[in-house]
């Protein structure tokens, strides 16, 4: 039996919190949509790493819902961190056909749209 974490290496997603990276985000970043996400990419200079804000509102369903689907965006996402191949902020929208999908219809829907983005190579 293998100790946790032992031999494997899992990419910590640093998240957006402070109101004013969330305005700036939403004021000068580009938007790419999809049935079931949008995402709001503003590129960062060198150093600033790659933050990441999961955005599910009300009208997606009860918390239970909600959660679950930030769930699957916040391991989505982990999984494309290492090939993400610059810096930027991102916010990952949920949109409401998102609670219905699969866990691999929004992987593949969140990868479709940081390549589209320019961000996953």
Known sequence: MIPAGAGTTVAKVTTLR?????KRLYAQGRRFRSPLLTLVVLQQPPGGGVRVAFVVSNKV?????????????REAF???????????DIA?????????ATYQELADTLSDLLAGAGLVH
Request: aromatic share 2%; charged share 40%.
């Open 18 to 22: 402070k109101q004013r990276d969330f």
């Open 61 to 73: 369903g009860k918390a239970v819902t909600r959660n679950k689907l930030r769930r699957r965006l």
């Open 78 to 88: 982990r999984r494309l961190l290492p090939r993400i191949g610059c810096e930027a």
């Open 92 to 100: 990952i929208i949920a949109r409401q056909k998102a609670a219905c």
